[in-house]
């Protein structure tokens, strides 16, 4: 099984706590096992950590991660942070995007994959 990053803007509220659950599922039926950070880490928000902490577990997942998985359907610094440090890494980069949303040149240029969806249900992550 192929353990994966998933990274995706953060939001205290969890207001996209179900794209994230829709992602652990395609994930998972496609035999992969992910770590997402509000989710793993700090549990929805039940546990709270500084930026240092955070920081550290994120590029330590990442390092031992097969693949990374950015939504850069909201824009925010840290996406690019992790993406940058999974590309620095060599580890493969798959970003992904809503249809419609507009991805920086910055994060094209480190992605293996772009891939827009309307659903999260019609993504494939087949090789």
Known sequence: ?????????????????????EFEQSFLQHGMKSYCVVRDME??????????????????????????????????VGLGIEAGYAKAKGIKLIITAKNGVEISTTILGTADQ??????VSEISFSN
Not at 57 to 75: N, R
Not at 114 to 119: A, D, L, N, S
């Open 114 to 119: 772009i891939i827009k969806y309307e659903t």
């Open 43 to 76: 549990f929805w928000g039940k546990q709270e950590f500084s930026a240092q902490e955070i920081m550290q577990e994120t590029f330590s997942k990442i390092d031992s991660s097969d693949l990374v998985v950015i939504d850069v359907s909201e824009k925010g």
């Open 1 to 21: 099984m192929k353990n994966v990053y998933f990274g995706i803007k953060y939001h205290p509220d969890n207001r996209n706590r179900n794209v994230i659950e």
